[in-house]
């Protein structure tokens, strides 16, 4: 148990259809980062959120669209999504997002398939 | 942009083995971070290199930063199946390796 915990850790979907992602950190951490796991392919990162404030979009498509309430919650709202965008989520939260404090301790994901 | 290699994508040993993954920057890093991710698993945080030519142990793990700190080298004695698994490398910048992938014959 990372204390980071992410729902569902399964979702199939289709193009048309309208999901959430959520990640939740136990952990008292300030930054919280979406990333996209394909096979073999590096991880991606999409997005970085420090203090509540977005800080980094990957040049991530509008179909994905993050949402934090706040430092220990994490969304990433999907819709109208392609095949291509079937991978595992990883959710990831840090203290900080400077050096020494960018530690990552990841969620175990969510594995989501578009059909 | 900085660009990351990490080498070799996969390797396959046998039980008692030693193992080596290396990872090469374009730029000069800050630091650098491995982590490890089981099949099915999720990346776990191993170890964090800060200094030039730091060197890191844990058990039979070995992790060095290089001298120019442009590469990083994470190094396994005598493999078991337990260390099978991706071993990332991940910059500090959120830009990380593209992997080794270590499969342990038993």
């Known amino acids: 148990e990372t204390g980071v915990t992410q729902t569902p850790r399964h979702l199939v979907m289709g193009m048309t259809n309208k999901k959430s992602l959520k990640c939740e950190q136990h952990l008292g951490h300030n930054a919280m980062y979406w990333y996209k796991q394909s096979a073999k392919k590096p991880l991606e990162l999409m997005f970085v959120y420090n203090f509540k404030e977005q800080t980094e979009n990957n040049s991530v498509p509008s179909r994905f669209s993050p949402e934090c309430p706040n430092s220990s919650h994490l969304f990433l709202h999907l819709h109208t999504l392609q095949p291509e965008d079937s991978a595992l989520y990883l959710c990831?939260?840090?203290?900080?997002?400077?050096?020494?404090?960018?530690?990552?301790?990841f969620g175990a994901g969510t594995r989501l398939s578009v059909l | 942009g900085q660009q990351v290699m990490q080498i070799p994508q996969y390797q396959h040993v046998q039980e008692g083995e030693d193992f080596t993954t290396y990872c090469n920057s374009s730029?000069?890093?800050?630091?650098i971070q491995w982590y490890k991710q089981r099949p099915g698993g999720h990346p776990v945080f191993l170890i964090q290199l800060v200094k030039s030519g730091e060197v890191k142990k844990q058990k039979r793990l070995t992790f060095q930063f290089g001298e120019a700190k442009k590469n990083s080298s994470l190094h396994i004695t005598a493999t078991q199946t337990t260390d099978v698994g991706t071993y990332f490398c991940?910059?500090?910048?959120?830009?990380f390796g593209q992997g080794t992938t270590l499969q342990v014959k038993p």
């Open positions: 730029t000069t890093l800050s630091n």
């Open positions: 990831a939260s840090s203290q900080g997002t400077r050096l020494a404090k960018n530690i990552q301790y």
């Open positions: 991940d910059t500090g910048k959120l830009i």
